[in-house]
């Protein structure tokens, strides 16, 4: 089993940048894809991005290319997505989730955090 406990979320301005973190339980961290998802008022949760349990590929939505990278490091067991020039449209809560392969959508995960609130207000 593996417990996850997001972190950094926060109320920022429209243009700001935040710092989110995913810190997770167990040995086997490196084993796992990890993912950011977002859950918007009214919307099913949605993908974010991907990071491959070695760290080498990473995969993001389109509507955050250039603006959002995701990473980890494998020997503090944790996941970071930072987030620059906020818009109003990324106000959701965050989610980051294990998997046991590359994948984009919500059902191939199978370990997931509580979440941490981000607004950008405008």
């Known amino acids: 089993q593996v417990q996850l406990v997001e972190s950094g979320g926060g109320l920022v301005q429209a243009g700001g940048s935040l710092r989110l973190s995913c810190a997770a339980s167990?040995?086997?961290?490196?084993?796992?894809?990890m993912g950011w998802f977002r859950q918007a008022p009214g919307k099913e949760r949605a993908f974010v991005a991907a990071?491959?349990?070695?760290?080498?590929?990473?995969s993001y939505t389109d509507s955050v290319k250039g603006r959002f990278t995701i990473s980890r490091d494998n020997a503090k067991n944790t996941l970071s997505l930072q987030m620059n020039s906020l818009l109003r449209e990324d106000t959701a809560v965050y989610y980051c989730?294990?998997?046991?392969?590359?994948?984009?959508?919500?059902?191939?995960?199978?370990?997931w955090g509580q979440g941490t609130q981000v607004t950008v207000s405008s």
């Open positions: 989730a294990a998997s046991g392969h590359y994948a984009y959508t919500t059902t191939a995960y199978d370990y």
């Open positions: 167990g040995r086997t961290f490196s084993m796992y894809a």
């Open positions: 990071i491959s349990g070695s760290g080498r590929i990473t």
